[in-house]
């Protein structure tokens, strides 16, 4: 199963909303996943195959090796179920 952390600068309120977003979609599409959140500074040592969370904060983890998924509004449902069918339906 793929894991997803959804991550925010706090890792309290805002990556909590989306987890729930994505959660919702991916039970819509019938896609499983593992999903989480947590703030910036964690995200750098946890694993997880996708990275969902705002784009400017997410360039602070791509290194070539991370699956980020960048999001222009990521309170914005319909980025954010786009952004899901097509990173996750391609697994």
Do not use: P, Q, W
């Not at 989306?18 to 979609?25: P, T, Y």
């Not at 602070?60 to 097509?86: F, S």
Request: some cysteine; aromatic content about 4%; charged content about 30%.
């Amino acid at each position: 199963m793929k894991k997803i952390l959804v991550v925010c600068g706090n890792g309290l309120g805002t990556s909590f909303i989306v987890e729930m977003n994505v959660k919702a979609i991916l039970k819509e599409l019938g896609l499983e996943a593992e999903v989480s959140h947590t703030d910036l500074t964690t995200s750098k040592s946890e694993y997880a195959d996708f990275y969902l969370g705002a784009a400017d904060l997410l360039e602070n983890l791509e290194d070539g090796k991370r699956n980020v998924i960048k999001l222009t509004n990521i309170m914005d449902k319909k980025e954010l179920r786009k952004a899901i069918e097509t990173n996750l339906k391609e697994v």
